[in-house]
T-cell receptor
Framework: AQKITQTQPGMFVQEKEAVTLDCTYD???????LFWYKQPSSGEMIFLIY??????QNATEGRYSLNFQKARKSANLVISASQLGDSAMYFC????????????FGTGTRLLVSP | DADVTQTPRNRITKTGKRIMLECSQT?????MYWYRQDPGLGLRLIYY???????NKGEISDGYSVSRQAQAKFSLSLESAIPNQTALYFC???????????FGPGTRLTVL
């Protein structure tokens, strides 16, 4: 079974600073995918970034980067130059790369960006 | 226009009632999913479907059923709603071979 752990219920950061949201995972699969989603107060789920377990380089998407440390089973999200609009819930998730996606989500981290 | 739509967006119902939540997508994806979100628990998979003829149970399928009427439509039914099914329900889609799942806007269901 797969499990995602997000130990930070809430995080605070000042505008323009960088912030790291922690995610650790547990799986016996050799091949898997790791995802981060953002959920603003309006409720929709917005895909941010994906990392495959065999990808050698950390994924980056604009201001988002995923710090993937396979041996430590961690997949932390780094947001650079935080903006007020980054205030939201952030969910880490994983899926087996077995040809379909059955996402398992963590409990989320609420990020608040202050001016 | 939204690629993944859910109806209704909000619903209040009573214990014992039958409820259907509908999801439609214009993305042409073959895979569709239903999740529920409870405070403090993240999202949990209820059912998923690879194509029209394929339905699979997820982590928490008890008390729910689904119907894949067409590639673009995937409905979730609560045959006899109970209060602990009060939650935010999300439909999602993905294309085979692709990593990203696209979520609908969610349906907030309250069972009294």
């Amino acid at each position: 079974a797969q499990k995602i752990t997000q130990t930070q219920p809430g995080m605070f950061v000042q505008e323009k600073e960088a912030v790291t949201l922690d995610c650790t995972y547990d799986t016996s699969d050799q091949s898997y995918g790791l995802f981060w989603y953002k959920q603003p107060s309006s409720g929709e789920m917005i895909f941010l970034i994906y990392q495959g377990s065999y990808d050698e380089q950390n994924a980056t998407e604009g201001r988002y980067s995923l710090n993937f440390q396979k041996a430590r089973k961690s997949a932390n999200l780094v947001i650079s130059a935080s903006q007020l609009g980054d205030s939201a819930m952030y969910f880490c998730a994983m899926s087996p790369n077995t040809g379909f996606q059955k996402l398992v989500f963590g409990t989320g981290t609420r990020l608040l960006v202050s001016p | 226009d939204a690629d993944v739509t859910q109806t209704p967006r909000n619903r209040i119902t009573k214990t014992g009632k039958r409820i259907m939540l509908e999801c439609s997508q214009t993305k042409g994806h073959d895979r569709m999913y239903w999740y529920r979100q409870d405070p403090g628990l993240g999202l949990r998979l209820i059912y998923y479907s690879f194509d029209v003829k394929d339905i699979n149970k997820g982590e928490i399928s008890d008390g729910y059923s689904v119907s894949r009427q067409a590639q673009a439509k995937f409905s979730l039914s609560l045959e006899s709603a109970i209060p602990n099914q009060t939650a935010l329900y999300f439909c999602a889609t993905s294309a085979s071979g692709k990593n990203e799942q696209f979520f609908g806007p969610g349906t907030r269901l309250t069972v009294l």
